[in-house]
């Protein structure tokens, strides 16, 4: 219809004041971002800077760290992942994560699938479920005639495709994605990026990412991070945050337009 506005995107994380700590040492600070349902937002800046540190906090990965303490909120669909009686593992379970290197289990294919849904009691159509999350994953067609072999026989890219399969297995909302195709070789991260485009559709994806050409290629919303001088303390700050396209083309921000330009970090 002419004239009809486009509806607003629906936020999905809202960062506030976050500040993150490992045995009193600020790592992160005054971190302040809304992330959009249904886009890949990346996570760029230098090494150091707090990326993995910000998307782990995402869905309390970091608890586990000793030292580790939060400050500020991070709110997940207007509830607070902090908050006093939130289960983490329902956390986990909403919002799905998959590291630099592929760690497939030492299982079967089909039982790296399977093995979150039967411990959350999802076992309902369990071969129906195996077949969607690989499907979901554009693995299926490669692995259909071999799901009870070893998934440690399979190549990087498949293995990293599998752990995706893994993660879309117990119907998340959100996909982490931390340097996912930074142990691949160009052919496997081309079909990392490709998926990239296609779960969007299902799923909301925030990606860190080291590589500034992948970031331009699959992210529709960009953060550059970098590091400031907080109390005599280099600590990681959001510096910059927009659409992709401005991000890389027009940034605010000397620092960023440095860093994507190749000139610093």
Known sequence: MAGARRAPRQVVFEARDVKVSY??????????VKIYGNLVTAIIG???????????????LNDSVKGFTLDG???????????????????????????????????????????????????????ERVEKALRG?????????????????LSGGQQQRLCIARAIAIEPDVLLLDEPASALDPIA????????????RRYTIVIVTHNMQQAARVADRTAFFSLDVID??????????????????????????????????
């Open 189 to 200: 991260t081309a079909a990392i990026e490709d998926l990239m485009h296609t779960l969007k």
């Open 23 to 32: 045995g009193g040492k600020p790592a992160i600070a005054g971190v302040d």
């Open 137 to 153: 994953a554009a693995l299926w067609d490669e692995v259909k005639d071999r799901l009870r072999q070893s998934a440690l026989g």
């Open 232 to 265: 005599d303390r280099r600590v990681g700050t959001l510096v910059e945050y927009d659409d992709t396209e401005v991000i890389f083309g027009r940034a605010a921000d000397t620092r960023t337009r440095d860093y994507v330009s190749g000139r610093f970090g």
């Open 46 to 60: 230098p090494s150091g800077c707090g990326k993995s540190t910000f998307l782990r906090s995402l869905n309390r």
């Open 73 to 127: 909120q991070v709110l997940y669909r207007g509830h607070d992942v902090y908050g006093g009686g939130v289960d983490r593992v329902e956390v986990r379970r909403r919002i799905g994560m998959v590291f630099q290197k592929p760690n497939p289990f030492p299982k079967s294919i089909y039982d790296n699938i399977a093995w979150a849904p039967r411990n959350l009691g999802m076992k309902s159509d369990l071969d």
